[in-house]
């Protein structure tokens, strides 16, 4: 891959791809001590930046040969960039995607014209089913990361940065399997190689971080994060070998700081941004990259397909950990005007109860006791320390969970 794949890739996507939008933010630059600009492949076609690469890819085909069929295994934002770009093109292609992948990703993935396959309870799984039906389609198997030519259609994204902000200091970039990491990465240090170019992972799914501190392709058993569209276990060997030589760092964010972040984006700027695309602003916010400080920053927000039974939990999470629920249990006296009591004091701290659980049956329990485990809204973390503080002030004990902590009190 050189440089000129990346412009040839531009030229096919002119006219397909959205160039989106480069927006700065006051709020999250006064949090991140920094100048944050977002780069918004959320809003781009198929909800994600995937549509250049898997296009570029498939465009190539079409013009070097007369592949008729593509297939590709995806549970996510893959599958409808790859059925997207093989309608545009006129070509026939399926999508093997593991068997609990909910319908409504079925369903978009469909819309676009693609046939689609279940098999196998993950990726790999679906990997190993779509390599068999490559070969039965006599088809063209279509990599959703470690491929060259898709690696250059994710690399258009820098080129539009570099036109749109020319003095940029870092670029953040979501890291799975590589291939948007990679892209951005080489693309930026052909051209300026003074923009830093930085990569973030869930901190339970985080091969591409230790492959690029180690210095040689790593993989990880297992991997656990609400940023599923980076959970990969095993990262591309192309992409890693150009993130180890591009790059210039990767660090890890919690799914805390991921949900967190959701909120913060769904609240200040009204843009719905799903987990993965949210772990480049998580990380500005974070402070972790201290060298940042004051610098100009573009925080590639890369997808917004977050699926509607799923973004309840995330958006809970995210109010949990930035202080604006919480969990707690008091013990009272189970006598007549107890609740009463500590009701009154719950209204005079103006905290909004969400559910209250009588528990008896505890035996830590005397005979005239019991538990209210509560869940509550509160403004932030003070107002939770000032509530929990007049409850134990009036008499209440004040139980914490097992791991000696009140959820969502600091």
């Not at 570099?162 to 953040?172: G, N």
């Not at 970039?173 to 590589?178: E, N, Y």
């Not at 297992?222 to 990262?235: H, L």
């Amino acid at each position: 891959m050189n440089l000129n794949d990346v412009y040839t890739a531009q030229k096919r996507l002119r006219g397909i791809t959205h160039l989106t939008s480069l927006e700065h933010s006051d709020t999250f630059s006064k949090l991140a001590e920094a100048d944050i600009w977002l780069k918004c492949e959320n809003r781009q076609k198929t909800g994600s930046f995937k549509v250049r690469g898997a296009y570029n890819k498939i465009k190539k085909l079409s013009e070097e040969t007369d592949a008729k069929c593509v297939v590709a295994a995806s549970a996510g934002n893959h599958a409808q960039g790859v059925a997207y770009a093989a309608r545009e093109l006129g070509l026939e292609a399926y999508i093997v995607m593991p068997l609990a992948t909910p319908i409504a990703k079925i369903a978009a993935t469909e819309s676009y014209g693609a046939k689609v396959v279940l098999s196998g309870d993950c990726y790999d799984d679906s990997y190993s089913a779509a390599v068999k039906l490559t070969k039965e389609k006599n088809a063209v198997f279509v990599h959703p990361f470690d491929d060259e030519d898709v690696i250059a259609g994710q690399g258009t994204i820098a080129l539009e940065l570099i036109e749109q902000m020319p003095d940029l200091d870092a670029i953040i970039v979501p890291a799975g399997g590589g291939g948007l990491f990679a892209g951005i990465a080489y693309t930026i240090k052909q051209i300026n190689p003074k923009i830093e170019v930085l990569g973030v992972q869930g901190e339970r799914a985080d091969a591409i971080k230790r492959t690029f501190e180690l210095k040689k392709h790593t993989a990880t058993d297992s991997v656990y994060t609400i940023a599923d569209g980076i959970a990969v276990k095993n990262p591309g060997i192309l992409t890693t070998n150009i993130i180890n030589k591009y790059a210039d760092g990767v660090f890890s964010v919690s799914d805390d700081e991921i949900a967190s972040t959701i909120i913060q984006l769904l609240e200040r700027t009204k843009q719905v941004v799903e987990p993965a695309g949210a772990t480049s602003l998580a990380l500005a916010l974070s402070h972790k990259a201290k060298h940042l400080k004051n610098k100009k920053i573009a925080c590639v927000l890369s997808g917004g397909n977050i699926d509607v039974g799923f973004i309840h939990k995330i958006i809970e999470k995210g109010l949990v950990s930035r202080g604006r629920q919480m969990k707690f249990s008091v013990v009272l006296t189970d006598k007549p005007g107890s609740l009463e009591s500590f009701s009154r004091i719950m209204g005079a701290q103006q905290a909004n109860i969400i559910s209250v659980q009588y528990d008896r049956m505890s035996t830590e329990l005397s005979l005239n006791e019991t538990i209210l485990h509560i869940a509550c809204e509160v403004s932030g973390f003070e107002h939770g320390k000032k509530l929990i503080n007049a409850l134990e002030q009036n008499g209440f004990l004040i139980i914490p969970d097992n791991r000696g902590i009140i959820i969502g009190n600091k």
